[in-house]
């Protein structure tokens, strides 16, 4: 599937109604281009507006950019792997970065042959990667500008593929994104990916080490007692201590296969200690947050105002039933 983009102004503006305000914040600082010995260079916002029309459609917009001239990328793979165990993002080769500008290789036919036939010669061995994601769909041919690059669109793996890696050892091989980049992941990470690829097990049902009763926070744990006996008067369950209860909710169990027991990351976080959840053997990326729409602005372009209400250091208990009835509205 082949692309062309239009570089003309008026082309934008007119398609600038479907944009987000994202793209027309950066409208401002658009078509500030470098010239330099006929050969096009692009700052980290004009570049960006060619690829956001490109994968406008796309349920991502994580973006990698590497040269492919003098072929296929070694660090390609890392970026896959990051791209699949994280939230999934697109590959494009055919655009060297370099100290925030962004010059186009211009790939020719041949190379890109060569290019693709590398790929999926690589994507389909499990000494390259460990698993292929991707459908011929998610592989395209585009222009910017009249010159050729190859859009890698990587979905995010499924529980049950992850960790994706590179070679045949995971714990040398797999790696996430954040913001500086892709990273290679520690081995309790890895592990951590394992135990959640169980399909036999629900992800939140993982036995979590070496955490006890001083990593719940007990008047959560009251409160939903009480919200409980609210709710179900009479039920056998309020009669029951705080250990057992905590198994019928699911926030402690014991494996039979392998004897292990102890509270499970539903049950953390659930009711645990918000500096506990952000250990890395448990959920380091917790962050439970919520929008509230405090007023409605009557904008020419349509768009609502809404304002951000970060809550901070909570419990899960508590933040549900703070937000649940303003959800509900």
């Known amino acids: 599937m082949h692309y062309c983009l239009n570089n003309s102004i008026l082309a934008f503006f007119t398609r600038s109604r479907e944009l987000s305000l994202k793209c027309f914040r950066r409208l401002l600082y658009t078509f500030a281009f470098l010239t330099s010995d006929s050969t096009m260079a692009y700052d ?3 570049i960006q507006l060619h690829v956001s029309e490109l994968i406008k459609h796309r349920e991502t917009t994580e973006v990698e950019f590497k040269s492919a001239k003098g072929g ?30 962004f010059t186009l290789n211009g790939l020719t036919d ?13 994507v389909h061995n499990k000494s390259t990667i460990n698993v292929c994601l991707l459908k011929d769909s998610d592989v395209e041919v585009a222009e910017i500008d009249g010159k050729k690059v190859i859009l890698f669109h990587i979905p995010q793996a499924q529980r049950d593929q992850r960790p994706v890696h590179r070679t045949l050892d995971a714990f040398n091989g797999t790696y996430r994104r954040n913001y500086e980049g892709d990273y290679m992941c520690g081995n309790a990470e890895v592990r951590r990916m394992y135990a959640d690829a169980d399909v036999n097990r629900p992800a939140d049902g993982r036995i979590l080490k070496n955490y006890s009763w001083d990593d719940i ?14 709710a179900k008067p009479g039920h056998p369950w309020l009669s029951l201590e705080n250990d057992e209860l905590m198994r019928k909710l699911g926030g402690y169990r014991k494996d039979r296969e392998t004897r292990e027991e102890g509270f499970t990351l539903a049950g953390l976080l659930m009711f645990g200690k918000y500096d506990s959840i952000k250990e890395e053997t448990c959920a380091p990326r917790f962050f439970p947050d919520y929008k509230k729409s405090l007023m409605i602005l009557a904008k020419p372009d349509g768009l609502t105002a809404y304002i951000q209400t970060g809550l901070g250091k909570v419990i899960f208990s508590n933040f549900i039933v703070e937000c649940y009835p303003n959800c509900r509205k």
């Open 44 to 46: 980290y916002n004009s």
């Open 217 to 230: 926070d007990m008047p959560s744990f009251e409160q939903y007692r009480r919200l409980f006996s609210l």
């Open 72 to 101: 296929f990328p070694k660090s390609f793979w890392d970026t896959y792997s990051a791209f699949a165990n994280t939230h999934g993002g697109t590959i494009i080769l055919g655009v060297k970065e370099a100290k925030g500008l």
């Open 110 to 122: 041949d190379e890109i042959d060569k290019l693709l036939k590398e790929f999926w010669s690589g």
